[in-house]
């Protein structure tokens, strides 16, 4: 939990040139298209039921960028690239902890994948759509 919170502070604090980088990393690969192969993975169905820390450390939720909210695609864009850089560092050091657990070294990579893969393909998802949008609309 505590690295969690560090890893959330810190993507927090990033300014919009270290996002650009990121979001050059995440960028939608094509085989990604439009979105639909996440829709098929029923994402559009269970994407409400994870819960948006973007409010934390300054933030601002991704629920508050949409048709009543404020903001634009650009920084609800620039806060998927937050979001997901947050879950693949999450993915990575969360994995630490196996280090001490002897023959259960399994539960950490496990805890690591179950707690941020469904996040990560929301917000895969999220960015093919706004990439599509984008080309659709000036």
Same mark, same amino acid.
């Given at each position: 939990?505590? /690295?969690?919170?560090?890893?959330?502070? &810190? =993507?927090?604090?990033?300014r919009?040139?270290?996002l @650009?980088?990121?979001g050059?990393?995440l960028?939608?690969?094509?085989?990604?298209?439009? #979105?639909? $192969?996440y *829709? %098929?993975l029923? &994402?559009r169905?269970w994407k409400? /039921?994870?819960?948006?820390? #973007?409010? !934390?450390?300054?933030? +601002?939720?991704k629920?508050l960028?949409?048709?009543?909210?404020? #903001? #634009?695609? *650009?920084?609800? !864009?620039? *806060? &998927?690239? +937050? @979001?997901?850089a947050v879950?693949?560092c999450?993915?990575v050091?969360?994995w =630490?902890? =196996?280090?001490?657990? $002897?023959p259960?070294?399994?539960l950490?990579?496990?805890? @690591?994948?179950?707690?941020?893969?469904?996040?990560?393909?929301?917000? %895969?998802?999220v960015? !093919?759509?706004?990439t599509?949008? $984008? +080309?659709? +609309?000036?």
């Amino acid at each position: 939990m505590g /690295l969690s919170v560090v890893v959330g502070w &810190v =993507a927090s604090r990033l300014r919009p040139r270290g996002l @650009a980088l990121v979001g050059t990393f995440l960028a939608t690969r094509s085989f990604e298209g439009d #979105g639909h $192969g996440y *829709e %098929r993975l029923g &994402v559009r169905r269970w994407k409400r /039921l994870l819960p948006d820390a #973007g409010g !934390a450390f300054g933030g +601002r939720r991704k629920r508050l960028f949409g048709p009543r909210g404020t #903001g #634009g695609r *650009e920084a609800l !864009a620039r *806060e &998927v690239d +937050r @979001a997901e850089a947050v879950h693949w560092c999450l993915l990575v050091v969360q994995w =630490a902890p =196996a280090l001490w657990l $002897g023959p259960l070294w399994w539960l950490g990579p496990a805890y @690591a994948i179950g707690a941020n893969v469904p996040f990560i393909l929301v917000l %895969r998802y999220v960015r !093919a759509r706004l990439t599509a949008l $984008g +080309r659709r +609309r000036p």
